[in-house]
């Protein structure tokens, strides 16, 4: 198969669903398809690409409005000399520009990956976006509810695939890491760690993470909160940390392209997101062996088993995060036993091969189901 993935996402930044496209592109390579990823000039994005597989082509592009005829005709060039079967995009913007340029050349197939629900109630989204896909990818059945839900979007073309990540690359054990992390962030060594990952932005619930741990430090003072990541929010998370004089129990790592001994070096996992399709970031615990505190919201709760791999909390419920992580340091063996619960979970289901096998068998149907038309 001929494969283009298009994302405009903002130069600086990248998140799961740009994670989701190495992933998927550096799969499907390695299984001989041709793939090339199209993202700004100078982006986050392509740099990271680059370095999941030398052979996926990268399309550096100047991407402006939504409708830019210059654009447009880029990616129409692009995709008819190219032979492009499918192009898979991913925001509004994406659906707009390389859905006008795959009909302009009437025979590559338009595939909208979305790992968030950014459906609007406009004219053009109601109207257009119906007339610019031919099928969409979702990673959780919490997400496909909500893009249905829309109204224009025939729950019929959404297709679930869970996301899956592949095994970790670092090699050290567990108290090996452990050391390590402590050593490399200055943390004494008789504190629990507890880590976060994800950019700083409203919808990841820092703030109310921030909340409980002014809470759980009042009675467990052996813990550090290690965040990794950064974001438009970096300036109120720090003030929130300092108002609560938790100076002393944070440290922010800043983004990080890799944080395996990060993950294997803590002792827990809280992801206090307010709105969460799916959760790379709890796989990637899980998969760490690590005990998770999660909100119960979107996909989450189809990711992890519920006391058994995680705890689930009300979102922004601060009090009732606190507690939680409280209750769950205190019992060290319940720990140990969700932490292994949770990698047996990544293991059996959300392993990279799974995914990859799922989204080319999607592919080829797509493929198959043209050529019958």
């Not at 993935?5 to 592109?25: H, P, R």
């Not at 707009?96 to 109630?121: E, F, H, M, N, Q």
């Not at 709105?275 to 760490?288: C, D, S, Y």
């Not at 992890?304 to 060290?332: M, Q």
């Amino acid at each position: 198969m001929n494969l283009f993935f298009l994302d405009s996402i903002e130069k600086e930044t990248y998140g799961g669903m740009e994670e989701w496209i190495g992933l998927i592109a550096d799969g499907l390579v390695s299984r001989g398809h041709n793939v090339t990823v199209a993202g700004r000039e100078g982006s986050e994005f392509l740099r990271r690409i680059v370095k999941f597989n030398g052979k996926i082509k990268c399309l550096p592009m100047e991407i402006s409005g939504d409708f830019n005829p210059v654009t447009v005709a880029e990616l129409k060039n692009w995709i008819s000399k190219n032979n492009i079967d499918l192009i898979i995009v991913n925001f509004n913007k994406d659906v707009r520009l390389g859905g006008i340029a795959a009909k302009l050349d009437r025979k590559t197939k338009v595939i909208w990956s979305v790992g968030l629900d950014i459906t609007k109630d406009s004219f053009v989204h109601r109207h257009l976006t119906p007339k610019l896909i031919d099928g969409v990818i979702v990673p959780s059945a919490a997400l496909a509810k909500q893009i249905a839900g829309s109204g224009y979007i025939d729950r019929k073309i959404i297709e679930v695939i869970p996301i899956g990540i592949a095994e970790k690359e670092i090699q050290t054990d567990k108290e090996a890491a452990q050391r390590e992390v402590r050593k490399r962030y200055n943390i004494p060594t008789d504190r629990k760690i507890a880590i976060t990952v994800g950019r700083f932005v409203n919808q990841k619930g820092h703030k109310f993470l921030i909340e409980a741990a002014a809470k759980i430090v009042q009675k467990y003072k052996n813990i550090t909160f290690l965040l990794i990541g950064d974001g438009p929010l970096r300036n109120d998370i720090l003030n929130a940390i300092t108002k609560y004089n938790l100076e002393e129990h944070f440290f922010l790592t800043g983004m990080m392209d890799w944080f395996d001994l990060e993950l294997l070096g803590s002792d827990l996992m809280i992801h206090p997101s307010i709105e969460e399709p799916f959760g790379i970031a709890v796989l990637e615990g899980m998969r760490a062996s690590l005990p998770i505190v999660a909100s119960n919201v979107g996909g989450i709760p189809e990711v992890v088993e519920e006391n058994i791999t995680a705890i689930l909390v009300p979102s922004s419920d601060s009090g009732a995060l606190a507690n939680t992580v409280l209750d769950l340091l205190n019992k060290p063996d319940k720990m140990s036993e969700m932490g292994k619960a949770g990698y047996r979970r990544w293991q059996n289901e959300f392993r990279l091969e799974n995914m990859v096998d799922r989204v080319e068998a999607y592919f080829q149907r797509q493929l198959s189901l043209s050529r019958c038309s």
